[in-house]
C-alpha cells in the first residue's frame, strides 16, 4: 500500500511538472505554420472593376475550414457566390458583384497548414475608392482555454510514451527475478492510459483549435472533419495501434515473451511513434521522410533512456540488493548510452531541417525554443555522464566491499536529476511543436520585408491587373495577370507578352512570354539585374485581329 501510494504520488508530480512548463511556455500555440505568399487581388490594392474571384496562395498546402472564408462587400454584406476551394497552396473564393460596388471589401480566411495548425488572417483591397468605414474583420485569434489544452495534450502524449516504453523494455530484458515486477507494470499500464487520454484530447482539442471556438464549443460536424483530415487519421491509427499493443504487451511485462511477439511489438511501436511526425511539423518540413525518420528516432531514444530512468529511480535503486544493481546497472549505462546517440542524432536532424537557417536560431521563437532545449539537454548529459561514473564506482565498490549505502543515495539523487530535467524537456518540446518553425518564420518576414507591386492598367479593349512579386533585383519576380472587360467580366485571352526595359540606363526591352494557366489569367517572371525604375509593357491579344499594349513603372531598389 505505501509502494502504491508512492507511486501515485510520483506520477502526479510529474504531471503537475510537465503542465507547469508547458504553461510557463510561450502565451499562445503558433497559429501561422503556413505564410501567405500571394493575393488576388493584392492587398489595400485599388482596382477599377469588380472582381469575380479572390485567391490567397500559402507557402505551404493547406486545407479548407468550412464556412470560415468569405469576402465581405463596402455594405458589409457576404458576397460569395457558392463555395470556396482549395487546391494544394491556392484558396479560391469566388465573389458576385455587392449592390453598392464602390467601396473597400474585406476578404478572411481560416485553412489548416499541413502540420495540422491553423491559418487565419484578413486584409482589404477596394474598387473605385477606399470606404471611410470598412467593413470590420472578425476575432480570428485561438482562444485562451485552447492555447492552453493544445500543449497540454501533447505533453500527456509524450509523458505516456515515457512511462510506457521505458519500463517496458526494463520489464522484458533486465528485470530482476526475485524484484516485485507490480510497480514497474503499473507505470506502463499508466503510460497506455496517458497515451489514450493525450490521444483523445488532442483529437477533441483540434476541432476548437481550428474553427476558432471555445473548448468546449465542439460540434459533431467539426469533429467529424477533424477525423476526416490527416491529423485526424494519425490519431485514429494511433489509438489502433495503442489497442494492439496493449493485447500483447502482458507476457513481455511478465518476462515471458517469445522472439515473435517481441519483434510484432517492435513494429507496432514504430509505427505508433511514427503518427506524432505525421500529425505535425514532418508533414509540413521540405524533406518529409528525413523528418519522419528523425521525429521516430528521437522520440524512441527519449522514451527508452527517460523511462528507463523513471523506472530505475522508483524501484530497482529503492528496493534491489547491492549485487543485482552491480550486475544490471552497467548493462543500463550501455543502452542509456546508445539511447542518447540516437536522441542527439534525431533532435539534430530535426532542428537543422525546421529552424531552416542560422538566424532562424537566435531570431524567431523556435529556434531560441531549440536553444533552450539544447540547454537542458546539455545538462542531462551532465547528469548522465556522472551517474555513469557513479554506476562504475559502485560495480568495483560491490564486487570488493559488498554494499555501499552512500554510493546508493547519490546515485538516486544524480538519476533523480536526470528525471526532473528530462520532464522540462518534455514540456519544453510540448510547446516547441505548437510553435511556428523558423524555416517558415523566415517566409514570413521575408514576405514582410519585401515589396509587392500591383496595379491596374486600362485601354480601349480590356483592363489589365498584376502584381509583381517580390519586386527585388534578379530574376525571381514572378508577375500574375488579369484581363476584363471594360463592365468586369473576365476576358479569354489568346496570347500575352511582357516586356522589360530601363531606358535610363540604356537596357534595352526584352520581351518575355506568359503562360496562361486560366482564359483570363496568365503567370511569368521577370528580370531586373540593375535598379531603377523600370517600364513593364503588358500586349495582350484577345482575338485573331483585336490586341492593345498597357505600359507602366516600376520602381527597383
Same mark, same amino acid.
Given at each position: 500500500m505505501g509502494r502504491s501510494l508512492h507511486l501515485g504520488r510520483a506520477v502526479l508530480v510529474v504531471l503537475l511538472l510537465g503542465a507547469v512548463v508547458v504553461l510557463a511556455g510561450p502565451p499562445a500555440p503558433a497559429v501561422a505554420h503556413a505564410a501567405v505568399v500571394d493575393t488576388v487581388p493584392q492587398q489595400q490594392a485599388v482596382l477599377g472593376f469588380s472582381p469575380t474571384e479572390v485567391t490567397i496562395t500559402f507557402s505551404e498546402p493547406v486545407a479548407l475550414v468550412p464556412g470560415r472564408s468569405q469576402v465581405l462587400a463596402p455594405d458589409g454584406k457576404r458576397i460569395n457566390d457558392g463555395d470556396p476551394s482549395v487546391r494544394d497552396a491556392t484558396l479560391r473564393i469566388p465573389i458576385r458583384v455587392a449592390d453598392r460596388p464602390l467601396g473597400t471589401y474585406l476578404v478572411s480566411y481560416r485553412v489548416i497548414s499541413a502540420d495540422s495548425h491553423p491559418v487565419a488572417g484578413s486584409y482589404t483591397f477596394a474598387v473605385g475608392a477606399a470606404s471611410a468605414s470598412p467593413p470590420e474583420p472578425a476575432d480570428e485569434a485561438v482562444r485562451l482555454d485552447v492555447q492552453v489544452a493544445v500543449p497540454v495534450t501533447r505533453y500527456l502524449g509524450y509523458a505516456g510514451l515515457v512511462l510506457l516504453i521505458g519500463p517496458a523494455l526494463l520489464l522484458g530484458l533486465l528485470w530482476p527475478r526475485r524484484l516485485s515486477r507490480r510497480g514497474a507494470v503499473r507505470l506502463v499500464r499508466i503510460g497506455l492510459l496517458l497515451v489514450a487520454a493525450g490521444t483523445l484530447a488532442g483529437f477533441w482539442a483540434q476541432a476548437p483549435y481550428t474553427s476558432g471556438a471555445g473548448l468546449l464549443d465542439v460540434s459533431a460536424t467539426e469533429l467529424r472533419q477533424v477525423l476526416g483530415s490527416d491529423f485526424g487519421l494519425a490519431l485514429a491509427a494511433r489509438l489502433g495501434i495503442l489497442a494492439l499493443v496493449a493485447a500483447l504487451l502482458p507476457p513481455v511485462l511478465a518476462g515471458r515473451a517469445g522472439r515473435v511477439r517481441v519483434g510484432l511489438l517492435v513494429a507496432l511501436g514504430l509505427a505508433g511513434l511514427a503518427t506524432w511526425p505525421l500529425a505535425g511539423h514532418a508533414a509540413a518540413s521540405p524533406t518529409p521522410l528525413a523528418s519522419g525518420i528523425a521525429g521516430v528516432v528521437h522520440l524512441a531514444a527519449m522514451s527508452v533512456w527517460l523511462g528507463g530512468l523513471v523506472t530505475l529511480v522508483g524501484f530497482p535503486l529503492r528496493t534491489a540488493h547491492p549485487r543485482v544493481l552491480a550486475a544490471i546497472l552497467p548493462v543500463w549505462s550501455r543502452w542509456a548510452g546508445i539511447a542518447v546517440l540516437w536522441l542527439v542524432a534525431g533532435g539534430v536532424v530535426q532542428a537543422v531541417v525546421e529552424v531552416g537557417t542560422p538566424g532562424a536560431l537566435f531570431g524567431t521563437g523556435y529556434g531560441r525554443l531549440v536553444l533552450v532545449k539544447v540547454a537542458l539537454l546539455a545538462l542531462l548529459l551532465g547528469a548522465a555522464g556522472y551517474a555513469r561514473r557513479l554506476v562504475g564506482r559502485r560495480v568495483t565498490a560491490t564486487a570488493a566491499a559488498g554494499a555501499a549505502v552512500a554510493g546508493r543515495r547519490r546515485l538516486r539523487r544524480t538519476v533523480g536529476l536526470e528525471v526532473l530535467v528530462g520532464l522540462v524537456v518534455l514540456g519544453v518540446s510540448s510547446v516547441l511543436v505548437q510553435t511556428t518553425p523558423g524555416r517558415n518564420a523566415g517566409i514570413e518576414a521575408e514576405i514582410a520585408a519585401s515589396d509587392t507591386f500591383a496595379q491596374t492598367l486600362s485601354s480601349?479593349?480590356?483592363?489589365?491587373?498584376? !502584381?509583381?512579386? /517580390?519586386?527585388?533585383?534578379? /530574376?525571381?519576380? $514572378?508577375?500574375?495577370?488579369?484581363?476584363?472587360? /471594360?463592365?468586369?467580366?473576365?476576358?479569354?485571352?489568346?496570347?500575352?507578352?511582357?516586356?522589360?526595359?530601363?531606358?535610363?540606363?540604356?537596357?534595352?526591352? #526584352? !520581351? #518575355?512570354?506568359?503562360?496562361?494557366?486560366?482564359?483570363?489569367? %496568365?503567370?511569368?517572371?521577370?528580370?531586373?539585374?540593375?535598379?531603377? !525604375?523600370?517600364?513593364?509593357?503588358?500586349?495582350?491579344?484577345?482575338?485573331?485581329? !483585336?490586341? %492593345? $499594349?498597357?505600359?507602366?513603372?516600376?520602381?527597383?531598389?
Open positions: 480601349p479593349l480590356y483592363t489589365l491587373q498584376f !502584381d509583381v512579386y /517580390p519586386v527585388q533585383l534578379g /530574376p525571381h519576380n $514572378t508577375v500574375h495577370a488579369y484581363v476584363y472587360t /471594360p463592365d468586369g467580366k473576365p476576358l479569354p485571352a489568346v496570347e500575352w507578352t511582357l516586356t522589360a526595359a530601363l531606358p535610363a540606363q540604356g537596357v534595352e526591352p #526584352t !520581351d #518575355t512570354p506568359m503562360l496562361g494557366i486560366e482564359p483570363h489569367h %496568365a503567370v511569368g517572371a521577370v528580370n531586373f539585374p540593375i535598379p531603377g !525604375d523600370w517600364e513593364l509593357r503588358f500586349t495582350v491579344r484577345t482575338s485573331e485581329f !483585336d490586341q %492593345a $499594349t498597357v505600359r507602366t513603372v516600376v520602381r527597383v531598389r
